[in-house]
C-alpha cells in the first residue's frame, strides 16, 4: 500500500538552531500534505496544510515564521522549525491523503512522526 | 462544525477479555469516520473506517466497529484483547463542513493489556 516515509524519527537539537523535516510519498503522488503537532499523552493538532507549488495555509495561532512549510515537488514536503526553542520540543506528524491530494475523505496516510527534543 | 468525543482517556482490559474503545461523534453532515492506532512514538495506522457503505466495518488485527446515526457513535470493539494491542487509539471524523474534509481527531484513548 501507500507509504509516506518521514525523517528523520528523532532530533536532538541545541536552542537557537534550525531543523528540518522531511515527509515523502513514496509511491503515490501527494499535493496535499498535512502537518500536525502532537504534545505528550494529547491528540494531534493540524499546524498547516501544505500544497504542491503554493503557499501552505497554516491553522490559527501558528507561526508561519517559525514553522517553514515547503512543498517544493509532487513527492515531498519539508517542515522547518526555525530558531528551535525547548517548547518547540514535541512530536510532529505529516499525513497525505490517500487521493494524494485535497479532501481527507477516505483515508490518510500517515508519515511515522518526528520526535523533536530541544536543549 | 464536526467534533468527536473518546469517552475514556484510558480503558484497563485482561488479555483475552473484549475490548471497548468508546467514540461518539457530532455532524451535520454524513461523515467519514475512522479508527487509528499508534504505538509509542510511531505515526498511525489506519484500523479501519466508515464511509457510508455497510454500518458495521472489520478492520484489521481482528477489530470492528458499529456506525449508529441513531446513537451518533461509532464504538470500536474486538472479542479477545492481546498485549500487542496495548496502544493509542485516535477516533477521527471527517466532513465537508467549512467546505473542506479536514479531519477533527479525538483526544485519544489508552489502551492497556495486563497478562
Known amino acids: 500500500g501507500a507509504v509516506v516515509s518521514q525523517h528523520p524519527s528523532r532530533v536532538i537539537c541545541k536552542s537557537g538552531t534550525s531543523v528540518k523535516i522531511e515527509c515523502r510519498s513514496l509511491?503515490?503522488?501527494?499535493?496535499?500534505m498535512f502537518w500536525y503537532r502532537q504534545f505528550p499523552k494529547q491528540s494531534l493538532m493540524l499546524m498547516a496544510t501544505s500544497n504542491e507549488g503554493s503557499k501552505a495555509t497554516y491553522e490559527q495561532g501558528v507561526e508561519k515564521d517559525k514553522f517553514l512549510i515547503n512543498h517544493a515537488s509532487l513527492t515531498l514536503s519539508t517542515l522547518t522549525v526555525t530558531s528551535a526553542h525547548p517548547e518547540d520540543s514535541s512530536f510532529y506528524i505529516c499525513?497525505?491523503?490517500?487521493?494524494?491530494?485535497?479532501?481527507?475523505?477516505?483515508?490518510?496516510?500517515f508519515g511515522q512522526g518526528t520526535r523533536l527534543t530541544v536543549v | 462544525a464536526q467534533s468527536v468525543t473518546q469517552l475514556d482517556s484510558h480503558v484497563s482490559v485482561s488479555e483475552g477479555t473484549p475490548v471497548l474503545l468508546r467514540c461518539n461523534y457530532s455532524s451535520s453532515y454524513s461523515p467519514s469516520l475512522f479508527w487509528y492506532v499508534q504505538h509509542p512514538n510511531k505515526g498511525l495506522q489506519l484500523l479501519l473506517k466508515y464511509t457510508s457503505a455497510a454500518t458495521l466495518v472489520k478492520g484489521i488485527n481482528g477489530f470492528e466497529a458499529e456506525f449508529k446515526k441513531s446513537e451518533t457513535s461509532f464504538h470500536l470493539t474486538k472479542p479477545s484483547a492481546h498485549m500487542s494491542d496495548a496502544a493509542e487509539y485516535f477516533c477521527v471524523v471527517s466532513d465537508p463542513s467549512g467546505g473542506s474534509y479536514i479531519p477533527t481527531f479525538g483526544r485519544g484513548t489508552s489502551l492497556i493489556v495486563h497478562p
Open positions: 509511491d503515490f503522488q501527494a499535493t496535499t
Open positions: 499525513s497525505a491523503p490517500s487521493s494524494g491530494q485535497g479532501a481527507w475523505i477516505t483515508e490518510a496516510f
